[in-house]
């Protein structure tokens, strides 16, 4: 079968006699679509489709999902394990059991001399809650080391600790089915129909039946742009200014909801004198969108009987992302639009499972929700595992990207990657490349064996992946979805459930915890630990969430449904049910563009790519669209370098170069470039990723370069050397 444009690269289906088809979940972004994977008589995973009684896509996929069954046997795998005594010798095959004894004694080892934090562990957002709640308990409650932490701090860390500033707890408060419901639709540095093409589908059916604005904010034209009613190309990194200056106008011209702010908040008196300051005509210097467009979305906002913001990185990966998150939240607090129909302040998450490492892996504290600096919570959990409590520590340690600092600094001597690639995906590829030659051990437990990280690592862990193993993924809107297993893993590869139940055998305290063998074992366990808590999922089976495509949380023991919206009560997790609208100063500390750099850096992603490309990179109808790395150039601005549409240029920062084939086109302005991250060596070879101070997350969009054109012997070298490493 073939569509797609037809005669220019079309999309090419191949057909095959499907024997079965298995239900499971997308393991790409955070939409959390139903799938339903062809099996042929073999057992071989040939093709997928949407499943059309499913709630969230209603049948639809985008293309990452109509490929996924690809990725079961895509190039380079990991097989088998692997093992060496020094980095840049070759690796050796080995057994599990020779993998599992030498990674124990390297963790004893390390932890005997230099303590037991100085091996820190970093995860994911990409693995089953199961295997979460399970690395967690390895984590916190058998290796014990407090440096443990996710990707999660790159993606979502704003999002979170926002969350909890202004409402005293995680978690996304509305659904997807607030687009049927609401009368404005504000969006923040999210290009929904590339990144979360289902999502952004629910939008456009929900405008089919009834149409109400659609405001984005973003300073590059994206198709999300396009398609809105006003598009606001907001200065890069001022979001805050933008969103002060509209509380501003709403208290300004009374078109609060007091009666809402006086019976669930708290800090309605500072927060107004601060906002006062943020006045259109000053902040419109500031954030580059001109006053009266701020009057208008500020009285548009508050005069809708429902408003809904949703946002994703272009908020969270910024100097002030939780900061930005925070003013989102008091711009939905002051006009009362929080846990109502159509009235929202909805984070798009953005891997598979982000939300399920949130909720369970213990990352930032203890499993459901529960922290580390809570005596409660700590007694909980250790008597629930059978340790005793001064086992674990009394506060969170570091955040992940405080972990590569610390490995810089020698105070962190080992470290365990699962399911992430930080020499592509980190700001400053070269500071990384030399923190990861610091270290006396890694290891990598990543699906496949080419991920550029592997590169550093003293042992590498073949990990089974997506619907190869069982267990449940959360979605941007709290649904629970369950992954069921197609097929067996991968050659020798194992789930990673099974790697970490593993090496807890080798150490005192896994001797003592119980590591249940089945996801489904786990999942009970996780119901328990969840009973009465704020993230309630003991109504829910496996059975229960696949009858009902997904489950949004809560759902108690003796409910029939879930939950689709948090709050709608008015009542917040703080102890006085009130939540708190604070006050945000703007501090301007980005790194900007001067006379030498005189370009912004923007990176970002596109729709055929999954970040590092380890599994799109190698799907020929996904990765024939962008094959190579490429900026997106204004015309203007490249005529007066002397750089050209499809040739290469060399971009330089304060951190290296990179060098990019250059496209044409007015998605961005003349004094900003913007690049997918998805290529290795390429833009986080050039980004300085600055660290918000409440959520560590780096800020990835903003940075200061400079062009140069270059010669097309220069380009070719360059390029055929990049030929060679992939
Ligand atoms: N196809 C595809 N889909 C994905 C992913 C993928 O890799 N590929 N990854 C998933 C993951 S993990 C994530 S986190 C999400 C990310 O989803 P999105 O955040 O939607 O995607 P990005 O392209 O990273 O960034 C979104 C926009 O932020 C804008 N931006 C830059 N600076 C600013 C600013 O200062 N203010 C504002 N308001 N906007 C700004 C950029 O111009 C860009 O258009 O996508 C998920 N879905
Ligand atoms: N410049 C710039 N940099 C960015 C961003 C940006 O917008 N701009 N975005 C940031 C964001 S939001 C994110 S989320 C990060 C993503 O950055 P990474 O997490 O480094 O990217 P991935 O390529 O998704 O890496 C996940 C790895 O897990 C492996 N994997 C997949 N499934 C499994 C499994 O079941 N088990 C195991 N063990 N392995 C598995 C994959 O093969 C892959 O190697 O990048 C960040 N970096
Ligand atoms: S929108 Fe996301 S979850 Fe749905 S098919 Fe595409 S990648 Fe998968
Ligand atoms: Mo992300």
Known sequence: MLFGRAKKNPIKLPQHEVKDWVYTTCGYCSTGCSIEVGVDKNGNGVSARGVSG??????????KGIFEHELFTSANRGSVPLLRDKIFEPYQEATWDVAFDRTASEIHRIQETYGRDSFAIVSTGQILTEEFYTLGKLARGVIGTNNYDGNTTLCMASAVSGYKRSFGSDGPPGCYDDFEHTDCLLAFGSNLPEQHPIIYWRLKQALEKRKFPVIVVDPRVTMFAQMADMHLPVTPGTDLVLLNS??????????????YIGANTNGAQEYEQLVAQYDPVSASKVCGIDEDTIRNVARLYANSGAAMSIWTMGINQSTHGSDGVVAINNLNLITGNIGKPGGTSLSITGQCNAMGT????????????????????????????????????????????????AIETGQIKGLWIVATNPMTSMANTARIRKT??????????????????????????????????????????????????VLKPYKESKSDLWIFSQMAKRFENGKKIKFPETASQVFDEMRQLSSGRFLDISGMTYEKIETNRGIQWPMKADSEHGIPRLYSDGKFNYDDGKAKLIPLPFVDNNE??????????????????????????KIGNLNKFSPTPYMEMNPDAAYALGVEHMMYARLVSRRGDAVVLVQLTHRVAPNMVFIPFHFHECVNRLSLGLLDPHSRQPAFKQCAVRIESITEQEAAAVVNNAARTY
């Not at 990176?603 to 055929?608: A, Q, T």
Request: aromatic share 12%.
């Open 246 to 259: 509209l509380a501003h106008v709403i208290l300004d011209e009374g078109l609060e909801d007091r009666a």
């Open 54 to 63: 499913a709630d969230v896509n209603r049948g639809k996929l985008c293309l």
């Open 592 to 617: 900007r563009p001067d006379e030498e750099y005189p370009f912004w850096l923007n990176s970002g992603r596109v729709v055929e790519h999954f970040h590092t490309r380890t599994r799109t990179g």
């Open 436 to 485: 990861l030659e610091k270290l006396e051990f890694m290891v990598v437990q990543d699906a496949y064996s080419d991920v550029e990280t592997t590169e550093y690592a003293h042992v590498y862990f073949p990990a089974a992946i997506w619907a190869e193993k069982e267990g449940v993924m959360t979605n941007t809107e709290r649904r629970v979805n369950l992954v069921r297993n």
């Open 358 to 405: 949130r909720e369970w892996s213990s990352c930032s504290g203890l499993p459901g929700y529960r922290v580390l600096e809570k005596e409660q919570d700590r007694s909980d959990i250790a008597e629930f595992w059978g340790i005793d409590p001064e086992f674990f520590p009394k506060q969170r340690g570091l955040f992940q990207t405080d972990i590569f600092p």
